[in-house]
């Protein structure tokens, strides 16, 4: 899933490096003080679940958990991802530094469209139906950033295309698994913490009407 440095053309190493930064800026912009610790949580099992490398042409095949991400982070998934990549760059040379705003982006933005398209629906159903839903969204992101990788690498040369078209097939077991451990997840947060689901800009919203009620109480305490 990650593209390895000398890979790209220049022109889509700068695209992917300017599109990047404006994912980095909204997710910090959307990022709720109460989130940041689930934040740190995602982003070390991004770092984590993606360790363990298969090799595949030029990319590899691993385990993202980037569907969750998306799900509790929304855009906020763009820095707790790209803190896992750069971290990944740096220690174990997975990916490449010149490539990071690339990976960033094929990775991330699908996060954050799984986020947008089931997150409204799974805070709203029981957590049997929500948990079908977050496979949904667990396997999405996978799909989508093998095509994005694809695209990555028609866009750098037609030498790449036979590369493009197997990273995609050889991504659908990782679907798969994603899939069903993000539906297990959903579950276990419908179950437990379901306000982990509630978007950061509703989240923004209630920290102020929160603190005010305390405050409020405070004052008539006292």
């Known amino acids: 899933m990650h593209i390895v440095d000398g890979a790209l053309a220049p022109e889509v190493l700068i695209g992917g490096g300017v599109l990047a930064v404006a994912g980095l800026g909204l997710g910090l912009r959307k990022l709720p003080i109460d989130k940041i610790p689930a934040t740190g949580v995602l982003s070390a099992t991004f770092f984590v679940a993606s360790l363990i490398h298969v090799p595949v042409g030029p990319s590899s095949v691993h385990l993202i958990m980037s569907g969750l991400a998306g799900l509790v982070l929304g855009w906020t998934a763009f820095p707790a991802l790209f803190v896992g990549l750069l971290l990944q760059a740096i220690f174990f040379g997975f990916g490449g530094l010149t490539v990071l705003g ?120 006292g």
């Open 102 to 221: 690339v990976n960033t982006v094929n990775i991330a933005f699908p996060a954050v469209i799984a986020g947008l398209l089931f997150r409204s629906v799974i805070s709203r159903s029981n957590p049997k139906v929500a948990a079908i839903w977050g496979g949904f969204a667990g396997a999405l992101p996978i799909a989508l950033t093998t095509i994005f990788v694809a695209i990555s690498l028609g866009l750098s040369g037609d030498a790449f295309i036979p590369a493009a078209k197997l990273v995609f097939f050889a991504h659908i077991p990782v679907m798969v698994v994603e899939g069903l451990i993000s539906a297990a997840a959903v579950y276990l947060i419908m179950k437990v913490k379901p306000q982990l689901l509630t978007s950061n800009d509703e989240a923004t919203e209630f920290v102020p009407t929160e603190v005010a009620i305390s405050t409020a109480g405070e004052a008539n305490n």
